[in-house]
C-alpha cells in the first residue's frame, strides 16, 4: 500500500513538542577540543590523520551529564537534543561500525546512554542529532563536494568511492540508535545539500526503518532541506520522509510559518548562545538573557519553539556563561513558565510595547516595555476580560478608568499603578483570563 500523511496522527505525535515550546541543543565531541567550533576540520581544511589523534586526548573528566540536565531542567526547558554523531563523524556512542568512537577514547563512557538516561531522570524529552555528513567516511565524496576539509584537493578525488556503501553505514549507524537505547523523542537529521538531500540519503527506508522502530519519533525537515528551505510538508505536499517539523536556523521567521494552503506550520528555531555550536573559546559575544528571553516569547507568539545551543568544553563543563544565561532565563521562567508552556499565537496584532502569547482563554501580555499612562490591551475584547493579574505575584491589576484614554472608549486599558519603572525590566507578564464568547 503506497504511504499516505495521516495529519490526525502527525497532530497526535506532535503534541507534546509543540506545548513544551524550550529545549536544549548540545554541540559536543572532539571539536571541543581545538575549540573553535564543530566546523573546524572543514574551514582549516585538517586532513584526517591530523584529526584522528584528537581521540587520544578525549577524556572529558568533569563531564556530569546529570548536571548539564538539572541545568536545563532549571532553565525551563522541556527537552534536550544531543549530538551523537556531527559531520566530522565522531560518534558519542558505542557503534559496533566504526573505532572512531567515545568509547574508544580513553573516556572509555557512551555519552549517548549517559545523556539519554540523565535527560529521563530529569523529566526531560530526549532526541538525537545526527549528521548526515560524514568527513571521515572513505566513501563520502571529498574532492569537490561543497564542505568536506579535502575539497580543494585533486588528491583527494572521489574515484572509488561508493556512496552506496556509505550510505548502508549511515543507516546501520541509525538503526544502532533507534535500537539499543530506548525510546527516543526527537531525531534531528542534518542536513541536505546540492544533490545529496531525499532520496539521494535513501530517506523513504531510512525512515520507514526509523519510524519501524520509534513510531513515535518526530523527525526533523532536514533530510529534506537545511536551516535553508522548508520541506514538502510546507508545500503541501509531504513525502513518507517530510520533516515533521521546519528547523530555522540563527534567525525567529519574520511573520510565523505557513503551509502553501495557509495552515500554520510547526516550526522551531534552533539558536546558538554565542556564535557557535561547538565550543568556541575566543567566541565571548554572547547573546544577554534577556534578549533569548524575548526571543523565546516571539518564538511562541508565532507559534515556534526555540532550541537554544550550549557548546560544553573539552573538559565536559559547560561555559561559565552559558551556566549564567541558563540561570538567568530559569529564574524568569520559574514565575513566567505559564506564558511558554502550552501556549501560541494569541490571533491578536503584536502590542507595540511587547508581545501576546495565548492559552485557551488565557491571554498572556508580555511587557517589554512601559507605556505612559494605563497599557492599552489592544484589540482585546473589553467585555470578555475576566480579571487581570500580574502572572509572576497573582496580584491584581485593575483595568483602567483614567480620563487619559477616554477618547478610546472601545479599548481596554491595564492600570500598571504609579512606578514607572516595571516590575521585570525584561519582560512583565500580564495573565488576562477571557470569559467565553457565550457568556
Ligand atoms: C548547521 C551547521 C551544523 C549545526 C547545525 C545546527 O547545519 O552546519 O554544524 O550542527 O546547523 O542546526
Known amino acids: 500500500m503506497s504511504w499516505q500523511f495521516d495529519r490526525a496522527a ?68 522541556k527537552y534536550a537534543v544531543l549530538t551523537a554523531k556531527h559531520h ?61 576539509p579535502m575539497r580543494d584537493d585533486p588528491a583527494y578525488s572521489n574515484e572509488g568511492r561508493d556512496f552506496d556503501r556509505y550510505l548502508d553505514y549511515l543507516h546501520a549507524q541509525v538503526r544502532e540508535l533507534c535500537t539499543n537505547y530506548g525510546r527516543l523523542d526527537l531525531l534531528w537529521f542534518d542536513f541536505s545539500y546540492d544533490g545529496l538531500r531525499g532520496e539521494a540519503w535513501r530517506a523513504t527506508e531510512l525512515v520507514e526503518m526509523v519510524r ?32 515533521d517539523f521546519v528547523s530555522p536556523e540563527q534567525i525567529v521567521p519574520p511573520y510565523g510559518l505557513r503551509d502553501a494552503e495557509g495552515r500554520p506550520l510547526i516550526w522551531e528555531s534552533c539558536v546558538t548562545m554565542n556564535g557557535h555550536w561547538g565550543y568556541c573559546a575566543n567566541d565571548r559575544y554572547y547573546k544577554p538573557a534577556s534578549l533569548l528571553i524575548r526571543k523565546l516569547v516571539e518564538c511562541v507568539s508565532k507559534g515556534g519553539n526555540l532550541l537554544l545551543n550550549v557548546g560544553p568544553d573539552a573538559t565536559g563543563r559547560f561555559p561559565e556563561e552559558s551556566l549564567a544565561i541558563l540561570g538567568e ?32 482563554d488565557r491571554l498572556y501580555v508580555h511587557i517589554f516595555e512601559n507605556t505612559i499612562g494605563p497599557l492599552p490591551l489592544s484589540g482585546v475584547d473589553r467585555d470578555r476580560i475576566r480579571s487581570v493579574r500580574r502572572l509572576a505575584d497573582g496580584s491584581e491589576v485593575p483595568l483602567s478608568t483614567s480620563w487619559v484614554h477616554s477618547d478610546y472608549p472601545d479599548l481596554a486599558f491595564a492600570d500598571l499603578g504609579p512606578d514607572p519603572v516595571l516590575p521585570d525590566l525584561v519582560d512583565t507578564v500580564l495573565e488576562v483570563r477571557l470569559k467565553a464568547v457565550s457568556e
Open 212 to 243: 519501524s522502530l520509534q513510531p513515535d519519533v518526530i523527525i526533523d525537515n532536514r533530510l529534506e532541506v537545511s536551516g535553508e528551505g522548508f520541506g514538502s510538508l510546507a508545500a503541501c505536499r509531504p513525502t513518507s520522509f517530510h520533516g
Open 10 to 77: 502527525y497532530e497526535r505525535r506532535m503534541d507534546w513538542y509543540v506545548r513544551a515550546r524550550f529545549g536544549l541543543f548540545l554541540h559536543w565531541g572532539l571539536y571541543a577540543i581545538p575549540a573553535r567550533g564543530e566546523w573546524v576540520r572543514s574551514v582549516e581544511r585538517i586532513p584526517k590523520e591530523d584529526y584522528d589523534p584528537l581521540m587520544a586526548e578525549f577524556d572529558p573528566k568533569a563531564c556530569d551529564i546529570r548536571q548539564w540536565m538539572s541545568a536545563a531542567k532549571a532553565a525551563g526547558m
Open 88 to 148: 566530522d563523524g565522531f560518534c558519542l556512542f558505542d557503534s559496533a561500525y566504526t573505532d572512531f568512537k567515545s568509547t574508544n577514547s580513553p573516556a572509555h563512557r557512551d555519552f549517548v546512554r549517559e545523556f539519554l538516561d540523565a535527560a529521563r531522570e530529569a523529566g526531560l524529552r530526549a532526541g538525537l542529532y545526527f549528521s548526515l555528513i560524514d568527513w571521515r567516511h572513505p566513501d563520502y565524496p571529498h574532492y569537490g563536494d561543497r564542505h568536506h
Open 329 to 360: 532565563i530559569g529564574r524568569w521562567m520559574e514565575k513566567n513558565g505559564e506564558s511558554i508552556y502550552n501556549c501560541g499565537p494569541a490571533g491578536l496584532d503584536k502590542p507595540e510595547y511587547g508581545r501576546f502569547t495565548r492559552n485557551g
